[in-house]
């Protein structure tokens, strides 16, 4: 009865390597909710690191359309989905981005004045996006008056990252090695041949803000310092003198 025991004891000191295999892995990132219309629709998350999350436990409050989002879940390598899309996910925590204090909360938006009206200013936006390979997202239309274009995010080198965020860390000490940029534009029809238009960059880096510091990578929102946005709009204001 003593080596019985013994044996007993012995294998439960040990976890089998097929039991390891089936855990999950934790993840820690910044994405955008997005709506799926595979299999009878369901709501996802297309994740700021590349990759997209299909999440078991979404609270309804999050299943809107763009919203931005940071989220810390955990694989479920032995889950099965019909979706057939994105790594299965539970969510351990989830946050929209804005609703704490953080550079996502107001971004500030750098506008000018096009004489054009609004549906002319939305093709001149239309064209200098394309002309900047920055993919329409979505297009929210919020009255007769009001138009708000999202564009996907889209890669941003270090250097030009760098460059917006120097007024948080310098250059020279930051870890961060690359991230994404996402741009906001609202068009407000202020007369028969007036639009105000205006952008937003929401900026997320990949790394450390100080490469001194011992934690891991992660993606963080930093500030802009208002050169994409001038861009775009230098962009936006070309393409409409051309069309008038």
Known sequence: MKHVLTILLFFGLFTPAWADAQKGQPIKTTGTIKHQGLEGGFWGIVGDDGQNYDPQNLAPEFQKEGLRVSIEAETKPDAASFHMWGTIVVIK?????????????????????????????????????????DALQEMISHGESLVTIRTTPH???????????????????SGYRNGTYELSINLTEKGKRKTLVEVRAVIMAYGTENKAMAKPDTWDPVPSNGKIEKEVLKAILSSAKKSN
């Not at 001149?124 to 390979?133: D, G, N, P, S, Y």
């Not at 890669?155 to 250059?171: F, G, H, N, Q, V």
């Open 155 to 173: 890669a941003l080198e270090r250097d030009a990252l760098l460059a917006s965020i120097t007024s948080r860390t310098k250059p020279e000490d």
């Open 93 to 133: 925590s989830i946050q929209k981005l804005g609703s704490a204090a953080s550079p996502l909360d107001t971004p500030k938006p750098v506008s000018v004045a096009v004489k054009a009206d609004l549906h002319d200013t939305q093709l001149a936006v239309k064209k200098a996006l394309e002309v900047r390979a």
